[in-house]
């Protein structure tokens, strides 16, 4: 389903013929160059705080979804959120 709504917003910047950068540094002159600019920071991944988050076999989706670490066939997802 997530990857359905990036696909969904991907073929939208095409569409609208909208220029994206990314990993890009913001300058203040570059502003007179569009007529608007949109700032998509990402986010910060919390912690739950919880018994058990500290064990060995706890890692975040972002270890995971990077490949710095494997997960086995039995997963349990906590929260999440659009990424869970």
Known sequence: EFYETLR????QIK????????????????SKEYD???FATGVIPRI???NGVDHPKVVTYKQV???EVNVG????V???GGIG
């Open 48 to 50: 739950p705080p919880m």
């Open 15 to 30: 569409y609208l013929n909208i220029k994206l950068n990314l990993s890009s540094e913001y300058k203040s002159e570059m």
């Open 8 to 11: 969904y917003f991907e073929n």
């Open 65 to 67: 979804l990077s490949g």
């Open 36 to 38: 608007e600019v949109v």
């Open 78 to 80: 906590i929260g999440g």
């Open 73 to 76: 066939e039995k997963v349990a």
